[in-house]
């Protein structure tokens, strides 16, 4: 290797440095070079400090209080805006007196936001009303809290033992009668478990169409069997198993032999195999007095 002469002195030439890393910084560099690495440096460690700096200052209840105020206040100025206030309410598909029942039921204070709301709860409390069969509730644009009512229809009087009850076609109390005089016209059922049967009490009344105004009602008999009873006192004892079939049956009867015309208090059809006609006493003694007579011709002769 040349010396370098200066000042006539000899000195020797520098050496130069190695290119190549160390090895600390070789395993430096291929650290950062690390998806992982590199991910918890641009994100972790951020995430992290964020978290810390959330934790100490979520620390102090004065910190939290402020907070919640906050959010409270933020809150209370979004639901006071116009557009989310309920000031009216309407009701469709249910009649005035219904109208009322259900605006007291609910007893809601107006104007009210649509947050304070709870369209579920209030539609649970309409639906126990009972002449309520279904309710939906929805806000409408403007303001407006539309109550759509699906309201039971009655089809029949049940007399119970607590009073006179109207009841719709499964059975179900709308009202007592009391409540809606003018429709005391419906047909009449009686007896205990008689609104449980009103599926079957209704083809009943169907099939006594012939009957016209003479059918009174039907009498539900050990909550297992009707009695039909006609306005003259006469009843029609009816069996536990398909009794329309037997109704109908005494009723091609009535068109051939005219046996409802006669002086009768019961045609029992519970033994479907006869028909057991029970007489009134004025008849019966009359058809005591002809047999008298015709046994007494019979031994003159």
């Known amino acids: 290797?040349?010396?370098?002469?200066?000042?006539?002195?000899?000195?020797?030439?520098?050496?130069?440095?190695?290119?190549?890393?160390?090895?600390?910084?070789?395993r430096i560099q291929r650290l950062w070079l690390?998806?992982?690495f590199r991910a918890i440096l641009r994100v972790g460690i951020p995430a992290f400090a964020v978290v810390a700096a959330g934790g100490v200052?979520?620390?102090?209840?004065?910190?939290?209080q402020r907070m919640q105020d906050s959010i409270a206040e933020f809150r209370r100025s979004i639901e006071a805006r116009p557009e989310f206030q309920v000031n009216l309410m309407s009701i469709d598909g249910a009649t005035p007196v219904l109208s009322e029942e259900i605006r007291a039921t609910l007893a809601?204070?107006?104007?009210?936001?649509?947050?304070?709301l709870d369209l579920e709860a209030l539609r649970l409390r309409v639906e126990q009303i009972r002449a309520v069969e279904s309710a939906q509730l929805r806000i409408r644009s403007g303001g407006?809290?539309?109550?759509?009512?699906?309201?039971?229809?009655?089809?029949?009087?049940?007399?119970?033992?607590?009073?006179l009850w109207l009841v719709d076609a499964s059975g179900e109390r709308v009202a007592p009668l009391l409540a809606r005089p003018n429709l005391s016209h419906l047909p009449q059922i009686a007896g205990d478990g008689a609104n449980e049967a009103a599926t079957e009490a209704l083809a009943l009344i169907h099939a006594a169409r012939p009957l016209g105004d003479r059918l009174r009602g039907l009498v539900r008999m050990g909550e297992r069997r009707w009695d039909v009873?006609?306005?003259?006192?006469?009843?029609?004892?009816?069996?536990?198993?398909?009794?329309?079939?037997?109704?109908?049956?005494?009723?091609?009867?009535?068109?051939?032999?005219?046996?409802?015309?006669?002086?009768?208090?019961r045609v029992d059809l519970r033994d479907p195999s006869r028909t057991v006609l029970q007489l009134t006493p004025q008849a019966l003694s009359e058809l005591r007095q002809m047999r008298e007579v015709t046994l007494s011709t019979g031994e003159n002769g």
């Open 108 to 116: 809601l204070d107006f104007p009210t936001s649509s947050f304070d």
């Open 34 to 36: 690390t998806p992982f």
């Open 144 to 163: 407006e809290l539309a109550v759509a009512i699906t309201e039971r229809r009655p089809v029949m009087v049940w007399q119970a033992r607590e009073g």
């Open 229 to 265: 009873v006609l306005t003259d006192g006469i009843r029609i004892l009816l069996p536990a198993e398909d009794p329309v079939t037997a109704l109908d049956r005494v009723l091609a009867q009535n068109d051939a032999q005219e046996i409802l015309e006669r002086d009768i208090l």
């Open 1 to 26: 290797m040349r010396q370098i002469i200066r000042n006539g002195q000899a000195r020797p030439a520098p050496q130069l440095r190695d290119p190549a890393p160390s090895k600390w910084s070789y």
């Open 57 to 64: 200052y979520l620390s102090d209840p004065t910190n939290i």
